[in-house]
């Protein structure tokens, strides 16, 4: 925040009143934080935005009315300028409480008096928020209880750079790094990684001995994240970050010069090497897009891409239980409902899947269209136009549920790359199968191969496997749709999927046992 000698707040139902600027200290944990504000006669007024970032909270700020959200993994708040109410969500309800003084709007940023922040923060947030008046200062100390822990941090060089590992209890579901460089001679360059949700002792992390890569090591602690800083030995000119699910660590690739694909490859040659230790395709996850009150696109005479992607699904099922009887074939659905994107994810991971398959239809945005015919997708960010446009209609599923800005804000672009790096290891198999399932759709169906190409779909994010999206062929193309809702046509399809499954599972598992 800029802060300004003497500023004005301008609203809409006072006169503007003269306020001073204040600053107010934030301790987390030990470490200390600024947050902005201003006082009047009666009241130490703080922003929301900096409490909340202080806190390690995200914030989501409705253009329109100025209403700001704060979100935590426990509940979120709701503040509205010039409104006393405040809407808490937590613990599965949601509560309206009144604050004794409006949240205030002042050069575009809202306020609230210090002295209510802790009761209403401290409903969201594990451990309690307090004020202190007298000395202007906020206490915050996190109850990390239930949050995955950090087991250990290894840094080794490498030919090219180093890798540091964050071993952790569980992975975190968001996790990024960045390194700074002050351009001073003589400064460290710092490396700075975030872990959500996460927690660690800061004491012991503190005091780890330096290492060949940084000299020293320090930890803050928010209430859902944890921030790691390094005081790095040398300069690298990029990073990448990546999880290893096998090994529970939170990987960080340094590159001291451009040629980087050797670390990164080093790395992943010994995780596809852990994994094939125990690779076997025993579990298939089928998953029939939309469902329930998503219909997902509709044909030029009515059909609807939900009906078309279950039934196929079903059918997919039973080709794949006779053709591969020790398989088990697991479906995100198998009747009419709705099952949000992210659990179609969760579903197939807690299944042990070692194969997503996600079908749908596809559609032109005018109908009836000539365009036809098979496209297989596996995940990548969105490259070719054609490709961000039949993702985007996919992800649109996103907009029937309830809280989706909320769940789907972290997937924005970088978010998308890092985790498709995450999918890396997976990205060849992911390739292959697409390519199998248009060879063996096209030469069993009456439906044309258009190719395999990449794309950033939220759905098969969540997936830790080899996956793939299915667009099983166009219900604006009248031909296509008539045969796409005929038994004859789905089931054509279903037997096309079948068999490059069965060469993909033979492929793979030779592969595995051969190097
Ligand atoms: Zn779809």
Redesign the pocket.
Known sequence: MRIKSVFLIGLLYCAPIIAQPKVVTLRVGGNASYIGGFEDFNHVYVSLNELSKGLGLTTFVLKSTDKLSVYSNYGSLLFTPGNNFVVVSAGGETKVLQMPIPALLANDKLYIPAEYAGDYFSRIIQGSLEYDEAKSEFDYSPATAGLPEITGVQAQSKANGAVIEIGMQSLPRAYEASITSSGLGGEPDMLYVTLMPAAGNVQKLDSLPQTDIYTSLFAIQSPNSIQLSFRLKQKYVSKQVFVDSTTNSVIIALYSSADVQKIFSEELKKKLENEKKNWKLDVIVIDP??GGKDP??IGVHGTE?KNV?LAVGLDLRQDLRRALPKVKVVMTRDKDVFVPLDERGEIANEAGGKLFISL???SMPHKPNPMHGVETYFLRPGKTGEAIRIAA??NA?IKYENDYEKKYKSYDADNMILTAMAHSAYVKYSERLAQLIEDNVSAVASVTDNGVSQAGFYVLIGASMPAVLV?TGYLSNVREERYLRSKKGQRAIAKGITNAIVKFKAEYEKNFTQN
Do not use: D, P
């Open positions: 897009g939309h997902g696109t891409e992607a749908h239809c596809n209609q996919e599923a667009e």
